[in-house]
């Protein structure tokens, strides 16, 4: 079992930067592969990115490539989302979820664990 905790959200304006962090529970973290989703107000969760293993394989959404940058720190159990010239469209609940399969995916099914979220509001 993991458990997984988001922070780091928040209200920013247009243009600005926030960096989420997921801390995860457990001596495995580094077997999982990780990603990031959002979901904003009525619409369904979406993927933003993904990265492996080890960090060296990354994918993101169309909508937030080369704004945003997946990495982590497996020594700290650690995952964040550098989230820079944010836009008003880019708010959202955000979580973090692990897969244990260890291969970075865009597919929301194939994540085992999930945080609770946290909220990120980007003022125009």
């Known amino acids: 079992q993991v458990q997984l905790v988001e922070s780091g959200g928040g209200l920013v304006q247009a243009g600005g930067s926030l960096r989420l962090s997921c801390v995860a529970s457990g001596r495995t973290f580094s077997t999982y592969a990780m990603g990031w989703f959002r979901q904003a107000a009525g619409k369904e969760r979406e993927f933003v990115a993904t990265l492996s293993r080890g960090g060296g394989t990354t994918y993101y959404a169309d909508s937030v490539k080369g704004r945003f940058t997946i990495s982590r720190d497996n020594a700290k159990n650690t995952m964040f989302l550098q989230m820079n010239s944010l836009k008003p469209e880019d708010t959202a609940v955000y979580y973090c979820?692990?897969?244990?399969?260890?291969?970075?995916?865009?597919?929301?099914?194939?994540?085992?664990?999930w945080g609770q979220g946290t909220q990120v509001t980007v003022s125009s």
């Open positions: 979820a692990a897969d244990e399969r260890g291969l970075p995916t865009t597919r929301e099914y194939e994540y085992d664990y």
